[in-house]
Structure formats: structure tokens, C-alpha cells
């Protein structure tokens, strides 16, 4: 089973920083994708950002610029550097993997979240 832990979470003022954490945890699997999603009040998730394994990097439109999305394949991590925040960055944020275990084949795991609040 594979695991997905966020962190970093909180609040900060419109125009401050905050720099989400996620690690993946288990037995033997191995991971493509990673990424982060979000879902805002009264909003349907959306994609964020995400990062193959080779280093390629794709970008919401909202957060080109903004935010930064690395990776850790060696310590199965992904992060994600906000900058900028604006209250409309408002959201639960989702971490989110593409993953492949000899039990299971492809899987896709999702944290539990961490809630980013932006407000003055």
C-alpha cells in the first residue's frame, strides 16, 4: 500500500509564501507522476502542478510563476513553493502520485490534504 503525507499547510497574509510538503511511503512500488491538486470552497479540485519523473513540469495558468513544483525521486517527495499568495489561492491541497506496485500494477494515490488559507 502506498501512502501519500502532506504538509506545510496554513495560513499567511496575500502575498506571502508558503512551501507544501508531500512524501510517499510503502512497500516496493515505484512512482511517475507526482503532483498537487487543489479544491477550494465551493469550487471542483484542479490541477496545480505536477512533475514526471524525469524533471517535466506542467503548470496551472493561475500559478505559472508563482509557484514551483520539485522532486525527490531518491526520497519519493515532491514539494510545492508558493509565492504570491492571493486569497483566491484559498483551497485544500492535494497530493497526488501515479504509482506502480508489483500487488497492484498502476494506481493513483491521493493524500488527505492540507488546508492553505491566504487572508488578511
Known amino acids: 500500500q502506498v501512502q501519500l503525507v502532506e504538509s506545510g499547510g496554513g495560513s499567511v497574509q496575500p502575498g506571502g509564501s508558503l512551501r507544501l510538503s508531500c512524501a510517499a511511503s510503502?512497500?516496493?512500488?515505484?512512482?511517475?507522476?507526482m503532483g498537487w491538486y487543489r479544491r477550494a470552497p465551493g469550487k471542483q479540485r484542479e490541477l496545480v502542478a505536477t512533475?514526471?519523473?524525469?524533471?517535466?513540469?506542467n503548470y496551472a495558468d493561475s500559478v505559472k510563476g508563482l509557484f514551483t513544483i520539485s522532486r525527490d525521486n531518491a526520497k519519493n517527495t515532491v514539494s510545492l513553493q508558493m509565492n504570491s499568495l492571493k486569497p483566491e489561492d484559498t483551497a485544500i491541497y492535494y497530493c497526488?502520485?501515479?504509482?506502480?506496485?508489483?500487488?497492484?500494477?498502476?494506481?493513483?494515490?491521493w493524500g488527505m490534504g492540507t488546508q492553505v488559507i491566504v487572508s488578511s
Open positions: 497526488n502520485a501515479g504509482a506502480y506496485t508489483p500487488k497492484t500494477g498502476y494506481l493513483e494515490v
Open positions: 510503502g512497500s516496493a512500488f515505484s512512482i511517475y507522476t
Open positions: 512533475v514526471t519523473r524525469e524533471g517535466s513540469t
